[in-house]
């Protein structure tokens, strides 16, 4: 069974809620840190590792609206 149209604009909806979600509070937390909230070394790894967390969830976030822009939409009269 293929995805109405509705339905893929709802996935790419819901995908965009979560990325949107993501980025105030893994921003949040780098802001948090970099503060000066956890100093020294530990504060420093802390940090770069939340900049690759960050990375690495946008582009997963780029790669599931790419995969939701490729599917086909069901053709509403049922001749696809």
Known sequence: ????????DAA????EQL???HEGDVTTLIRIVESGALKGPAGDKLSADLRGWERA?????????SLVDSVSAEDPKGSG
């Open 19 to 21: 990325r949107d979600q």
């Open 1 to 8: 069974m293929m995805a109405t149209q509705q339905q893929i």
């Open 57 to 65: 969830f946008n582009d997963l976030f780029v790669h599931a609206l």
């Open 12 to 15: 790419r909806r819901r995908i």
